[in-house]
């Protein structure tokens, strides 16, 4: 044993660093060219000078040819990997000026995603409300990684980052991953549940101190920028959110009432049932709505499943399932006199109910008298 070569001690003649060479070079040509900035000889050069790497130019020519005949060759019909396999880098060498040098250079034409779609991830991320600031400033990071060094620079600088209210939560992905592994392996989860507190505002608190929450987790879902958890207890879908929930572990404890669940809950068309995440009675209703308010009915309740029919030249009725609750109502209400619920008529009557309840709070109240 004592005879094999070691790699940590190069055999006599092999300078140091030497077998770290190409993988330097193709990290480099990874993390600095793309499609408009190339990389030159020099500029690889310079760069392994830095690990202490000495090399010449016709290595390093050896190197990103053996690269790009790996990533670049057409392979036979027999050998060819299907599309989704390869590696997915196209490296190419111009002597046409590029955007960074008057003298050409080497180019990462191709990559696993092309820029848009990195774009996209950026701004789903910004948008992720369950997600720390923290969270999202390390998942934007990460993102950078998969294009170059210029690229990231676009992604961070074009990408916009609304200030809108996100969690404080910072253990939420830790959350979703412990989720995750209790509904792939059947079980119940434990949880406690948090809100916020007018004592202090910038965390949250446990709503109910020292209380345990024990549920049957079966789906989880992004509603209006929050992740949430589907959960069924026998009787009715209750919805958590996952970045109001802390200490969450799985428990040994299969979960129940599997059947049921899927029975009652259509994944498709659950969240064009329930509004804001307010679950409820579920009732077929039909309403009426102003024709300009089609693309926002639509935008709702979607087109599989739902009835839409052209009442006049003004008019149109839509007949959906939802599940009823105040915040229905109050999506109904915020169409003023352009929308009214037409039946059945325990939701016209609930609807009449809730807009009673709210006008009443604003009703001009006797003056108070001066306390004596």
């Known amino acids: 044993m004592d005879n094999q070569p070691n790699d940590l001690h190069p055999r006599p003649g092999k300078r140091p ?29 310079s ?54 040098s008057s003298m050409g250079g080497y180019l990462v034409t191709q990559r696993p995603y092309e820029f848009d779609e990195l774009r996209l991830l950026t701004e789903c991320v910004n948008s992720a409300r369950f997600l720390s600031e923290t969270q999202a400033r390390n998942l934007r990071s990460t993102i950078s990684r998969l294009c170059s ?44 549940y948090l809100s ?88 077929k209703v039909t309403i009426r709505f102003l024709d300009l308010r089609l693309d926002t009915v639509v935008d709702q309740f979607g087109t599989t499943g739902v009835k839409y029919e052209k009442v006049d030249e003004k008019h149109f009725t839509v007949q959906a399932e939802v599940e009823i609750s105040d915040m229905f109502y109050a999506w109904v209400c915020g169409f003023g006199r352009r929308a009214k619920i037409l039946e059945p008529p325990q939701v016209v009557e609930g609807i009449r109910n809730f807009i009673n309840k709210v006008s009443s709070m604003y009703e001009q109240e006797p003056p108070q008298t001066a306390l004596k």
């Not at 050896?62 to 990997?81: F, G, K, S």
């Not at 979960?255 to 995440?277: H, P, Q």
């Open 17 to 45: 660093g030497q077998k770290y060479k190409s993988l330097l070079v193709i990290q480099y040509l990874l993390k600095n060219a793309d499609d408009e900035n190339a990389v030159t000889m020099n500029d690889i050069l």
């Open 149 to 192: 060094r210029e690229q990231a620079k676009l992604l961070n600088t074009e990408s916009l980052v609304v200030n809108r209210a996100k969690t404080v939560n910072k253990s939420v992905i830790a959350s979703i991953t412990t989720i995750n592994q209790a509904m792939r392996h059947g079980n119940q989860i434990s949880f406690k």
């Open 196 to 283: 916020y507190s007018f004592s202090n505002m910038y965390s949250q608190v446990e709503r109910r101190p020292g209380a345990i929450t024990i549920v049957n987790p079966f789906k989880t879902l992004i509603n209006e920028g929050f992740f949430y958890l589907l959960t069924y207890n026998g009787k009715k879908v209750i919805t958590y959110r996952i970045d109001r929930m802390k200490e969450v572990r799985e428990l040994p404890t299969p979960r129940e009432f599997e059947k049921e669940f899927r029975e009652i809950v259509n994944m498709e068309n659950y969240t064009r049932r329930v509004f804001s995440m307010f679950g409820g009675q579920r009732e």
């Open 47 to 100: 760069h392994l000078a830095k690990y202490g790497i000495e090399a010449d130019r016709r290595s390093v020519y050896r190197d990103i040819h053996d690269l790009m005949e790996l990533l670049n060759t057409e392979l036979q019909e027999e050998d060819r990997i299907p599309e989704r396999e390869r590696m997915g880098y196209e490296i190419v060498f111009t002597r046409r000026p590029t955007k960074n």
